[in-house]
């Protein structure tokens, strides 16, 4: 018997669920929903996008699949599975902009076949290296003449909300979007939005008019009205509003704010050499592990990231909480065509499990499917600037892959220095002999070097769990 | 598409249709409904959205008419002449 284990995060849609069967990922349409999407695949639209490489892959398997497992569906579809799947909170801007101008090129090419998005969800786009991917075959309909978008609000929310506010206010809406899963409100961006934006047309319609709307919706008078007017909207107004949309998000730009750790390749007190010697250890762990994907803890700008890519690694995921030297990693990984995903994470606080069920949206520890991590100048972060022991840490780093580089820098490295400058030095336990002894405890050093000077030690190990 | 060009750039009388509505909407007193859909205004902004772009869709139907035609008039003028 076949054994279909249901995707947590797939139960809003009625006509269809993903499920895990055989490792392989499989969507199961519902009969009622089945031939909406026979005439959606009808037109020939999914393959193109398929063939430009902007939807994820799909396979009839109906006839191969053990329909009981995944309650009797009418059509099954098989997917390439996604290396990482990634959320709206964790993209930096340039993602969650690059998501944006993917949805809505969708939505405008699905025009042109008489088709329509259902929803505006970030959470159907996936990234492939910094390619955005659109995941959900479902979100495809049929348009009928002068109907409204439906996903309007929904776009609002997750989209242009959050890159208006990143890019007009300089403030980053990632922990905000974190802890409200369904995106931010006009009513709350068009309260702290400055004045300036009420000359600029697509925030005036978009947040501010729309915020009013919302707020006079509340009185019983309009409430009628709404329901006794079918609202129409005719598809050139349609049309119209989506290309306005395009036009103002593709020219966002990041605040201009400088980064606390994007020159941080630059200013660093290494010099080329030390960095050499971190390049060819990283490399070494890679090529003779032969790591097919690799999690960059703390990856900047990527330098150490692309170091993984060149020694063999199929793919490198990034974490970094600086989105200066994010959006440096996502012009690297987008101009150099590389398969590196650098998102946003402070390594203190992973994204957690939540949602529905706190299931829905799967934490880190939950996602992280890597072959090796990488955790370069992240120790002292987390020991000496959060407070974490150091042995939590490093069971922490070593529970993510089976095998890893940790550098550790000694308390005379400056950049310690500079931590431990404005606070009493509490951190008895910050030697090497602990990270040794943490180290021993969940895993075996294959390796140890000595950088810069005897300031850092790199370690390299093997989990314990790993024969 | 005029529509794109811009609310802000648009002649008065263009307006004049979606403020009307737009005044509709927002001058109703009453008391607050919290519960309400979160995607209310979203509707109504279409509305409005509709309204302008149906607006400066029929006047740019009527600037091309009256364009084309003079044009028309002159086109055929000068092809007269070389005839």
Known sequence: ?467 | MSFTKGVMGMRPFKLFPAAGVFLWFVAVPGPAYAYLDAATGSIMLQALLGVIGGAAFYARAITTKVKSFFLRDSDSAGEAETK
């Open chain 1, 1 to 467: 018997m076949t054994i279909a284990i249901q995707d947590a995060g797939s139960f809003r849609d009625p006509a269809g669920r993903v499920y895990l069967v055989n490792e392989k990922v499989v969507r199961a349409i519902r009969p009622a929903a089945a031939d909406r999407f026979r005439a959606v695949a009808s037109t020939g639209f999914l393959r193109t996008l398929v063939e430009e490489g902007r939807l994820v892959d799909y396979d009839d398997v109906s006839s191969e699949m053990d329909g009981a497992a995944m309650d009797n569906p009418a059509l099954a579809l098989s997917h390439p599975r996604i290396p990482f799947i990634s959320y709206p909170y964790e993209w930096s801007f340039a993602l969650l902009k690059s998501a944006a101008l993917h949805h809505l090129d969708l939505q405008l090419d699905a025009l042109r076949y008489n088709l329509k998005l259902v929803d505006a969800t970030a959470y159907n786009i996936q990234f492939i290296g910094v390619r955005p991917v659109f995941i959900d075959h479902l979100s495809f309909d049929t348009y009928i003449e002068d109907e409204i978008w439906q996903g309007h609000h929904q776009f609002c929310m997750q989209f242009l909300n959050p890159l208006v506010m990143w890019s007009k206010v300089g403030v980053a809406p990632n922990a905000w979007f974190r802890g409200s899963l369904e995106g931010i409100l006009p009513e709350d961006v068009a309260r702290f939005l400055p004045a300036s934006q009420y000359f600029s047309r697509v925030p005036l319609m978009h947040i501010f008019v729309q915020a009013l709307m919302q707020r006079s919706s509340l009185t019983k008078k309009t409430r009628s009205s709404i329901k006794s007017r079918p609202v129409r909207l005719s598809r050139a107004a349609f049309k119209n509003i989506l290309v306005d949309l395009r036009h103002y998000i593709a020219k966002l730009v990041p605040p201009k704010d400088k980064t606390v750790w994007g020159d941080y390749v630059e200013n660093t007190s290494y010099i080329s050499n030390e960095a050499r010697a971190k390049a060819a250890f990283v490399t070494r762990i890679v090529s003779s592990t032969r790591a097919e994907a690799v999690i960059d803890l703390g990856c900047n700008t990527g330098e150490y990231s692309i170091v993984a890519l060149k020694a063999g690694a199929k793919r490198v995921i990034g974490f970094d909480f600086d989105h200066g030297a994010l959006e440096q990693a996502y012009q690297r990984a987008s101009t150099n065509n590389l398969d590196f995903l650098p998102l946003w994470m402070d390594a203190a606080n992973p994204s957690p499990s939540q949602g529905w069920a706190q299931t829905e949206r799967k934490g880190l520890s939950d996602r992280a499917d890597a072959d090796v991590v990488i955790a370069l100048a992240v120790l002292h972060h987390l020991v000496i600037g959060r407070n974490v022991p150091m042995d939590m840490a490093i069971r922490w780093i070593v529970s993510l892959a089976p095998h890893g580089a940790i550098e550790f820098p000694h308390k005379s490295d400056p950049m310690v220095q500079i931590l431990l400058s404005q606070r009493p030095d509490i951190f008895d336990t910050y030697c090497e002999e602990a990270v040794v002894a943490s180290l021993e405890r969940c895993a075996r050093i294959v390796e140890r070097e000595v950088v810069i000077d005897g300031r850092r030690t790199l370690f390299w190990y093997e989990r314990s769990d790993v024969a």
